[in-house]
């Protein structure tokens, strides 16, 4: 039983208190961390459960990152990426959308790539997104930071 932020080992009744409380095993130190940041940020559920299983696969992760006036859910510094997961009113919702583009559009010109996830695809296959995130970053890597590669996709 160790810690899913630090690693750090847990106690027993740490690790079951956690668990119960926060759907996570986390040390006192990261359960007030994410107590916190669940409390002072609109983190879904959903968010929280990817990034934790992109941290289980050996990715390096923040979550809930701020840039400028928005807030990423994911942010993947080393790959350049980040990853919003969205509810339904993302995509139903004609001012939200072309809002959605153009944060999207803001973060491209700073160099990230932002990867919209519905909240459905986490809720339901977890597993398998994260299984090709995860891919994704190990097969383009090193790619995505040389020019040869910007010029081979443009």
């Not at 740490?14 to 916190?36: D, I």
């Not at 090709?132 to 190990?138: F, G, K, P, V």
Request: proline share 1%.
């Amino acid at each position: 039983m160790t810690c899913t932020q630090c690693g750090l080992g847990l106690q027993p009744a740490v690790s079951a208190y956690s668990s119960n409380e926060f759907g996570y095993e986390l040390c006192l130190e990261h359960q007030h961390w994410f107590r916190n940041l669940a409390t002072s940020t609109k983190l879904s559920k959903e968010a929280a459960d990817l990034y934790f299983a992109l941290k289980e696969r050996g990715q390096e992760v923040s979550l809930q990152k701020c840039d400028d006036s928005k807030s990423v859910d994911i942010r993947l510094h080393d790959a350049r990426i980040n990853i919003q997961v969205d509810g339904a009113h993302h995509h139903n919702d004609y001012y939200q959308t072309l809002d959605n583009l153009r944060t999207s559009h803001e973060a491209f010109l700073k160099g990230y790539m932002t990867f919209r996830l519905p909240a459905n695809l986490i809720r339901n296959n977890i597993d398998e997104a994260t299984d090709y995130i995860a891919d994704l970053l190990q097969q383009h890597s090193s790619a995505w930071h040389s020019d040869s590669y910007m010029a081979q996709t443009i």
